[in-house]
């Protein structure tokens, strides 16, 4: 292949990858502002529509090892071609029977397809970008950011325009300008690097104590967003925000996470001790968390662009650490399987567990006190890492 060739595939590629990072959320986040009409319409508790989010979380952690089947069976291209297909389809189903059962049953598919695709497309990174791959674990991790924001910020404006099936059911649209893309990509020749010895005993993940302090890294990490995501905003209200104002303090941590999720990664090239930087982004979360508990209502704004600052660096950290430690892309595709999958079942239901521990206390001192647990946790393995032993 031509070097200039070979530049218009990689190119091509790191748009794919955008677009395909851009379908793994909005099916869960278009969700969140519809839980009200969806449970007056359809006549649910609180807890049965709280299923609709909580279903595809568990099953992402759950279904996670599938993406090794996928990817040997039928390889990484057409595995992830079909699995967009699959969010698609199911996505756009929700419009046409909108009824709770196959709200139910599209929550359990599109959590799977999104499981496999996940580590899929941190095995391509790993095989065709190996020089490079925190720049696009970056551009991953910022279509992930950026499909939950754009979802969780448009769907109310296209419920006002139709209903909440509709509304729901439009970011299948997505998945066909990521399927129209993805299958124009030519897989490129893996990327030269330096010779290394290679000669490397390929251990089964579960058998690595490493691979375990990465699972429990990433489930830490994965709590702290998805409870942050999910209380965050009761926190202002209850510190006397009003419901709009307490909106606007999530947006602005996730458009703070957002753009932490793009630029950060850049920089690991230059400055590539990636426990520094786990230093660095937990000292951040810490700061905004104890600002949270100690600081005026006014300061609500600040601690949530400190705890946006801690996401953004966080998931690309979290995403990085298997890449790092394995040399091919079907290991990538192991560890990364492993890790995310113990990662999304640890914190698949920890906002509810947050939810309960408010109703007896009525207040959000421990939720505090947990946001902080999560962060020694992932201080401790994170050392753990660093050590090399």
Same mark, same amino acid.
């Given at each position: ?9 990689? %190119? ?13 959320? #909005? ?24 299923? !609709? ?23 990484? &291209? ?53 020089? &490079? ?31 909440? #099936? ?34 490397? &005993? &390929? ?84 700061? %905004? ?21 801690? !996401? %953004? ?77």
């Amino acid at each position: 292949m031509s070097k200039n060739k070979r530049k218009s595939a990689l %190119g091509l590629m790191v748009i794919a990858i955008l677009f395909v990072a851009l379908n793994l959320r #909005p099916a869960i986040s278009s969700i969140g502002p519809m839980l009200d009409p969806i449970r007056i319409d359809l006549n649910l508790s609180s807890s049965e529509v709280s299923l !609709l989010t909580a279903i595809p979380v568990f099953c992402m952690g759950l279904f996670a090892p599938l993406a090794i089947v996928f990817g040997r069976k039928f390889g990484l &291209r057409r595995s992830i071609a079909f699995l967009l297909g699959v969010i698609g389809v199911f996505t756009l189903g929700r419009g046409f029977l909108p009824n709770y059962p196959v709200l139910l049953i599209s929550a359990f598919f599109i959590g799977v397809a999104i499981a496999v695709i996940s580590p899929l497309l941190s095995a391509i990174i790993k095989h065709s970008f190996p020089t &490079r791959t925190p720049a696009l674990i970056g551009v991953y991790s910022f279509g992930m950011g950026l499909g939950a924001t754009l979802a969780a910020g448009l769907t109310g404006v296209f419920y006002i325009i139709a209903d909440w #099936p509709a509304a729901i059911a439009s970011w299948s649209l997505l998945s066909v300008v990521a399927i129209s893309i993805w299958l124009r990509v030519e897989q490129p020749t893996e990327e030269k690097v330096e010779e290394v010895d290679f000669e490397i &005993r &390929r251990v089964s993940p579960l058998k690595n104590k490493r691979a375990w302090y990465m699972l429990l890294f990433f489930g830490a990490q994965s709590a702290l967003f998805f409870s942050m995501l999910t209380w965050l905003a009761p926190i202002a209200i209850d510190k006397g925000m009003t419901v709009l104002t307490a909106g606007g303090v999530l947006t602005l941590m996730t458009a703070v996470q957002i753009v932490g999720n793009i630029s950060i990664p850049l920089f690991f090239n230059k400055f590539p001790n990636r426990f520094i930087w786990t230093v660095i982004v937990l000292s951040s979360g810490s700061i %905004g968390v104890l600002i949270l508990m100690f600081g005026s209502l006014n300061m609500v704004w600040i601690a949530a662009a400190f705890i946006g600052v801690a !996401l %953004g660096g966080l998931f690309p950290i979290a995403l990085l650490m298997p890449l790092d430690e394995t040399t091919t892309a079907d290991d990538a595709n192991s560890w990364t399987a492993m890790t995310q999958s113990g990662g999304y079942m640890i914190s698949a239901f920890m906002p509810l567990v947050i939810g309960v521990i408010y109703d007896q206390t009525e207040n959000h001192d421990i939720t505090l006190l947990l946001f902080l647990s999560f962060i020694g946790l992932m201080l401790i393995f994170a050392f753990l890492l660093h050590k090399k032993n």
